[in-house]
């Protein structure tokens, strides 16, 4: 009795335990809205969204097909909620990640596309544009005491227009189109190397960055609890004074977060722009990938490998929308769910605590008790 009630208290299984309350409580939310548009079609439609790529069970070759690119899909989301993660456990809040997301695009698709370069240098000038993004919050942070909220909400639309204008160039993009070109065809040695594509029914999309998302966030589990930098970046974040007179840089340890979530940042434009899978075009707003990151982060209770998890589950009810009836339902039902979901994502830390306080309460009645 006393090893399932230990169990329980783990904060891992507390934050498991709430994340799934949390996903489910919204994909029920979204099940009594369909219910509300059209109640003779709600469960057809909520199956077809939960069912997904599922409905071509008959074709073995066309659902690996889709899967695999579903897990393409969610990479930049993944990593999104890596950096993002990565600066809260340091105790900052990057809202910047959407701009070094953005100059991520930049990087990968001009040096891809109208320099001519190897993936390899592409992915590198990526990650290089981001960490800069994320210095230029981390320098406001540190020197200047600007918090890192404004400063990188206003990086973000600086990188929005500098994206729109360098890329809306002739050179990168296809005009008749409005969207820049196709990455095999301008420079196929700008195209990441592929992965299991055989496996995947021959999906072309499926690449290295599978592994590489992985990796990361295993390299970000092992540096954050396994390091003396990792410690020191935590304990920067959760006292300066206190890290300061320890004998920390907590300026430089600041700047380094930031850089670092940064770079990260840039890596997730690298790893879904350079599959090929997508093209940039001309927009008028941030790209939505850096806010819904942290929703990620905080659905897979802030844990990198949580993280991978939750992006997948949230980007398969987003292309779960695709398969609705339009007859009766809108597919932007199902972006509305992970809207849900992701507002829900708000009060996983809060009913975390609620369910440490329910469980020490119950501990203190039972020594009363006894």
Same mark, same amino acid.
């Given at each position: 009795?006393?090893?399932?009630?230990?169990?329980?208290?783990?904060? /891992?299984?507390?934050?498991?335990?709430?994340?799934?309350?949390? +996903?489910?409580?919204?994909?029920?939310?979204g099940f009594i809205i369909l219910l509300l548009m059209n109640p003779a079609h709600a469960v057809e439609g909520m199956g077809a969204i939960?069912?997904?790529f599922f409905k071509y069970d008959n074709n073995i070759t066309t659902l690996m097909y889709y899967f695999g690119s579903a897990i393409v @899909?969610?990479?930049? %989301?993944?990593?999104?909620? $890596?950096?993002?993660?990565? +600066?809260? @456990?340091? /105790?900052?809040?990057?809202?910047?990640?959407?701009?070094?997301?953005?100059? &991520?695009?930049?990087?990968? *698709?001009?040096?891809?596309?109208?320099? =001519?370069?190897?993936?390899?240098?592409?992915?590198?000038?990526?990650?290089?544009?981001?960490?800069i993004w994320g210095f230029f919050s981390g320098f406001l942070k540190a020197n200047f005491n600007v918090n890192e909220v404004i400063a990188?909400?206003? *990086?973000?639309?600086?990188?929005?227009?500098?994206?729109?204008?360098?890329?809306?160039?002739?050179?990168?993009?296809?005009?008749?189109?409005?969207?820049?070109?196709?990455?095999?065809?301008?420079?196929?040695?700008?195209?990441?190397?592929?992965?299991?594509?055989?496996?995947? &029914?021959?999906?072309? !999309?499926?690449?290295? #960055?599978?592994?590489?998302?992985?990796?990361?966030?295993?390299?970000?589990?092992?540096?954050?609890?396994?390091?003396?930098?990792?410690? $020191?970046? @935590?304990?920067?974040?959760?006292?300066?004074?206190?890290?300061?007179?320890? =004998?920390?840089?907590?300026?430089?340890?600041?700047?380094?977060? *930031?850089?670092?979530?940064?770079?990260? #940042?840039?890596?997730?434009?690298?790893? %879904? !722009?350079?599959? /090929?899978? $997508?093209?940039?075009?001309?927009?008028?707003?941030?790209?939505?990938?850096?806010?819904?990151?942290?929703?990620?982060?905080?659905?897979? =209770?802030?844990?990198?490998?949580?993280? %991978?998890?939750?992006?997948?589950?949230?980007?398969?009810?987003?292309? &779960?929308?695709?398969?609705?009836?339009?007859? !009766?339902?809108?597919?932007?039902?199902?972006?509305?769910?992970?809207? %849900?979901?992701?507002? *829900?994502?708000?009060?996983?830390?809060?009913?975390?605590?609620?369910?440490?306080?329910?469980?020490?309460? @119950?501990?203190?009645?039972? $020594?009363?008790?006894?």
């Amino acid at each position: 009795m006393n090893e399932k009630t230990s169990f329980s208290k783990r904060p /891992g299984v507390q934050t498991l335990l709430v994340s799934v309350l949390c +996903a489910a409580f919204g994909v029920f939310l979204g099940f009594i809205i369909l219910l509300l548009m059209n109640p003779a079609h709600a469960v057809e439609g909520m199956g077809a969204i939960l069912r997904n790529f599922f409905k071509y069970d008959n074709n073995i070759t066309t659902l690996m097909y889709y899967f695999g690119s579903a897990i393409v @899909k969610s990479v930049p %989301i993944i990593l999104c909620s $890596e950096a993002i993660l990565f +600066a809260f @456990k340091a /105790g900052l809040f990057n809202i910047g990640v959407a701009g070094q997301y953005t100059v &991520g695009i930049i990087a990968s *698709l001009y040096t891809s596309v109208a320099l =001519g370069w190897h993936w390899f240098f592409c992915v590198l000038a990526a990650i290089a544009a981001g960490a800069i993004w994320g210095f230029f919050s981390g320098f406001l942070k540190a020197n200047f005491n600007v918090n890192e909220v404004i400063a990188g909400i206003m *990086l973000n639309w600086i990188s929005l227009y500098l994206c729109n204008i360098i890329l809306g160039q002739e050179t990168v993009m296809n005009v008749s189109k409005s969207e820049t070109y196709d990455i095999a065809e301008k420079n196929a040695s700008g195209l990441l190397p592929g992965f299991l594509q055989g496996v995947f &029914g021959n999906n072309q !999309y499926m690449t290295i #960055a599978i592994p590489i998302t992985i990796i990361v966030a295993v390299v970000i589990l092992f540096v954050l609890n396994k390091t003396t930098f990792g410690y $020191e970046l @935590k304990a920067t974040g959760h006292n300066k004074e206190a890290a300061r007179y320890a =004998g920390m840089n907590p300026k430089r340890n600041v700047i380094f977060t *930031l850089m670092i979530s940064g770079a990260i #940042a840039g890596l997730a434009a690298s790893m %879904i !722009y350079l599959t /090929g899978i $997508e093209h940039y075009k001309i927009s008028s707003s941030v790209p939505g990938m850096g806010f819904n990151g942290i929703a990620v982060a905080f659905l897979g =209770g802030l844990n990198p490998i949580g993280a %991978i998890l939750a992006g997948f589950f949230v980007e398969y009810l987003t292309l &779960g929308g695709q398969y609705l009836n339009t007859n !009766y339902y809108n597919p932007q039902v199902a972006d509305l769910m992970v809207a %849900i979901i992701i507002y *829900l994502c708000g009060f996983v830390l809060f009913f975390k605590h609620l369910f440490s306080q329910i469980g020490k309460n @119950k501990a203190v009645k039972k $020594e009363v008790q006894e």
